[in-house]
């Protein structure tokens, strides 16, 4: 069975804005893959806007987009964050986080006024930067006794892998990414070898 091999996100982070009644929603969105990046942007947005009263996110992460949360910061339950996800669902993207920030105006909108604050202030940031569909592979590493590295390097060579963060000692580690509709035939191969051991790092 063919796996889905391809997801939508954006391409950078990109910013757009949102007026009401003197309140300013700042949309930002950008490429995230897990819970602890999504903790750094969130904790550098919150640097760079220290005076709004509120910053309101939502995420979601994975191929099939089972792992998301959203946020209110403070503002009435689901009156930021869902609507925030909702945009987020409505492109059809992953891997994203998209926050919102508020400067309060003075004057209080209501919770369907901030919905659509909310709303509208992730959807500017989201069209505002440049939504991208891009290859989901299987990332792995490789760990395998010296003895066994020309067997590891002629089939990585053979399958035409791009490594990274090689670590050749007593102990070799290599970090290399599979197409997901090869990535079961090509992880057998490798377990074929004595000291080879294929640790899974994700699917993104």
């Known amino acids: 069975m063919s796996l889905n ?12 804005m949102y007026k009401e009644k003197g309140s300013k929603f700042i ?5 995230c893959y897990n819970e602890e990046e999504a903790k750094a942007f969130l904790e ?7 005076q709004a009263r509120h910053l309101c996110y939502a995420y979601k992460f994975g191929v099939d987009g089972k792992k ?7 503002e009435p339950n689901n009156s930021a964050g869902a609507p925030i996800l909702g945009q987020i669902d409505s ?5 994203v986080l998209i926050g919102v920030v508020r400067y309060y105006g003075g004057t209080k909108l209501g919770v369907g006024g901030l919905i659509n604050a909310y709303r509208t202030g992730a959807k500017e940031a989201i069209q505002n930067g440049q939504i991208v569909e891009l290859e989901v592979y299987d990332w792995v590493d490789i760990t395998f006794g010296y003895e066994d590295m020309p067997h590891v390097m002629n089939l990585l060579k053979k399958h035409n ?12 580690k290599l970090t290399t990414f599979l197409d997901l509709n090869k990535a079961a035939g090509i992880k ?10 294929v640790i899974e790092k994700g699917i993104y």
Do not use: I, Q
């Open 5 to 16: 091999s391809k997801y939508r996100t954006v391409k950078k982070e990109a910013e757009g």
């Open 27 to 31: 949309g930002l969105a950008v490429p």
């Open 44 to 50: 550098d947005w919150k640097k760079r806007h220290h």
């Open 68 to 74: 998301f949360r959203a946020n209110d910061d403070g």
């Open 91 to 95: 492109f059809e993207l992953t891997n």
């Open 161 to 172: 892998l791009t490594l990274s963060n090689n670590l050749f000692e007593e102990t070799c």
């Open 188 to 197: 057998a191969e490798l377990e074929k070898f004595d000291t080879v051991d």
